[in-house]
């Protein structure tokens, strides 16, 4: 046999045999790190919570609501690009008595409509169509659950959150499905769980910030630094608004801030809903 042939497979049982040695469960390893854990030895071990599947069931209207606004986003986006690579202008797909209207457009030379592209358009709307509708339905599948039981289970903090200006149903719901109901220790473990905590770089007597750790739920951190810029508006007397002014006006950057904002607004919440701390010039809706 070729000696390279020979030191090839020679190699691969060396890795195999390796790899093997790894995959093997250290009963002994695992039991003192227990132990480490049970006499509460302050980062010797990390447990991680597995939610119930009542729970993780919970979150699918939200994150299905989500994903079908995407979908409609992007069916929006293909349909006007098709209209603009014709020169037409003005023309908004995305409302429901646009199909009746599409024999009618021309294009920019006075031409008609191409008949392949008439057609994928129409089955564009159609499929914008079931979209819309499904995002409907979940919506007010949503509301009549908070209607038949406000108090039950987590809807009392949803409820509570929507009593918020600025904070919409779909916002509070996906708050308290995704970060509110979990059970965090304290405002470090929330705002890093959101993924809105800075990433040092500490070297010996150098430090420098690498931006967002981005470790934590991707969908918590967008939905909340949208709401932070709604907050802006909509709770113009509210401290935390009042506080992001003042940096604002000493030349801080409003990007970098408004991240600032959306961690202080998280951390104001959940304690809304877990103690009742109104968060100090929000203002509540009343209650119905």
Known sequence: MDAHVIHSTSVAVNREHRRAKTDRLDTA??????LGWLRGERGHCRMVAIPSLAEEDAKRPSRERENLVSE???????????????????????????????????????????????????RDMARLAVVRDQITTIEKA???????????????????????IGVGIETADMLVHEVLSRNLRDRRAVARYAGLTGSPDESGSKRREKGLAKAGNARVRRGLIQLAWRFLRFQKNSELTQWFQARAAQGARKTTMIVALARKLLIALWRLVTVGEIPMGVTLRPMN
């Open 72 to 122: 409609k986003t992007r069916i929006v986006n293909r349909m006007k690009g098709a209209l603009a690579r014709l020169g037409i202008r003005g023309f908004k797909p995305e409302l429901r008595r646009a199909p009746k209207k599409l024999p009618d457009l021309r294009t920019s030379e006075g031409q008609p409509f191409p008949p392949n592209m008439l057609e994928e358009m129409r």
């Open 29 to 34: 390893m695992l039991m003192r790190v227990f």
């Open 142 to 164: 949503r509301i009549a659950q908070l209607e038949q039981a406000p108090a039950s289970g987590y809807n009392a903090m949803v409820v509570l959150l929507a009593r918020v």
